[in-house]
């Protein structure tokens, strides 16, 4: 496994774990039924995990392009 893999989940994780963790108690707090509390969870997570693969690729190809434009530049 690449080390940036690596980091990307465990990053991806925590940060899923704590917020859908938070989304779940908050409505369980409010006192809404068990379906309702279930879809909402799924529902963050589902947010989440499409969150933080979109800025990891985004990311990613952001530092991509800027080291083609690096060495693109130190050749000429």
């Known amino acids: ?3 940036k893999m690596l980091k990307a ?3 991806g994780a925590n940060d899923g774990i704590i917020t859908t963790f938070a989304v779940v108690a908050g409505v369980v707090g409010a006192g809404l039924p068990t379906p309702t ?3 909402l969870g799924i529902a963050n997570m589902t947010a989440d995990a499409i969150s ?3 800025g990891d690729f985004l990311g990613e190809q952001s530092v991509n392009q800027l080291e083609k434009k690096k060495i693109s530049a130190f050749h000429h």
């Open 1 to 3: 496994m690449q080390p």
């Open 9 to 11: 989940m465990v990053l």
């Open 37 to 39: 509390i279930i879809i």
């Open 52 to 54: 933080m693969s979109l």
